[in-house]
């Protein structure tokens, strides 16, 4: 019995079969790159994926959370339960977040650089292949 591909093998091959340049900038379906953007923040941040979206209450977690929140809200628009359900919190949850976002935007250049360092990573949908 074979092992499961992992997302970049299955990426690879998806690539070869399409007959894509694999040295051009990565083309990643819209619910890969959602998980893209929760391993970019919690590299980022120095943080674990399961606990970005885990129960925890932790002050270290809320800024990384809050910058998904905001690059989930603009590249494309996702609504506050679609990204609720991707991070295990209720809308009213991201809402704060989204509003803890853009205070810490307007008041803090590294965290508006760690925002432009994920954003700078997502292909928006809208791209052709």
């Not at 209450?57 to 339960?81: H, I, T």
């Not at 991201?94 to 997502?122: M, W």
Request: charged share 25%.
């Amino acid at each position: 019995m074979t092992s499961p591909l992992s997302i970049e093998e299955r990426v690879a091959r998806i690539e070869a079969v399409l007959g894509l340049d694999p040295t051009a900038a990565p083309r990643v379906p819209w619910p890969l790159r959602r998980t893209a953007v929760l391993r970019d923040a919690a590299a980022l941040w120095d943080v674990e994926v399961d606990d970005l979206i885990g129960i925890t209450k932790v002050r270290e977690l809320v800024l990384p959370r809050a910058a998904v929140v905001m690059v989930l809200r603009d590249e494309p628009p996702m609504s506050y339960s679609q990204i609720g359900r991707l991070l295990c919190r209720d809308h009213s949850t991201i809402i704060n977040l989204e509003r803890i976002a853009h205070r810490q935007f307007c008041d803090d250049v590294a965290f508006r650089a760690k925002v432009a360092v994920l954003r700078s990573q997502i292909v928006p949908k809208t791209e052709c292949v």
